[in-house]
């Protein structure tokens, strides 16, 4: 029950379960497959991190490619770039 809490805020079930989820930091998706589409997606990670980092304790992602939402692809350095915030 708690992973719908993960899932799409727009698009999910979250407004069903209101109150009862836990809450989430959420980034928008890169723009498209090219590594400098996803600028501001890290930018917003990268800002998370830093200001809220005592309330982080896992970042969870769709990998390359993004199927809930259609198949939206995005460059496979992000993921290297996430990773390297992370740390």
């Not at 990998?63 to 992000?78: D, L, W």
């Amino acid at each position: 029950f708690g992973a719908m809490s993960v899932c799409d805020p727009v698009n999910g079930m979250h407004s069903m379960f209101a109150g009862v989820l836990a809450q989430q930091f959420f980034v928008d998706s890169p723009n498209g497959p090219h590594l400098n589409d996803a600028a501001a997606t890290l930018a917003q990670i990268e800002d998370i991190l830093k200001d809220r980092s005592h309330e982080v304790a896992a970042v969870i992602l769709e990998p390359i490619v993004q199927g809930a939402g259609g198949m939206k692809f995005y460059h496979p350095s992000v993921l290297k770039r996430v990773r390297k915030l992370c740390d």
